[in-house]
């Protein structure tokens, strides 16, 4: 005897599943905001710190042109 449900149950199912759902896809978009944020902190001060090697590089190549 196959398991049936009632529409009202249906509806019931159908609602927590919504809500379920739309949980799920609230929590991973905040991951992905401090994942972002997480990448952006890292990515500004390893590229801040290349550009500060490449400017000491160019005036180390300046200062021997220069003399």
């Known amino acids: ?12 199912l159908f609602v927590l ?3 379920l ?3 799920l896809v609230f929590f991973f978009i905040l991951y992905l905001v401090k994942v ?3 990448m952006l902190g890292t990515g ?4 801040s710190s290349e ?5 000491s ?3 180390r ?3 021997s042109l220069d003399s």
């Not at 550009?51 to 400017?55: G, K, L, M």
């Open 57 to 59: 590089e160019d005036q």
């Open 44 to 47: 500004d001060a390893e590229a």
């Open 36 to 38: 972002r944020e997480r």
């Open 51 to 55: 550009v500060s090697e490449v400017d």
């Open 1 to 12: 005897m196959p398991f049936r449900l009632d529409n009202s149950s249906k509806i019931t």
């Open 17 to 19: 599943f919504c809500g």
């Open 21 to 23: 759902c739309v949980i």
């Open 61 to 63: 190549s300046i200062d």
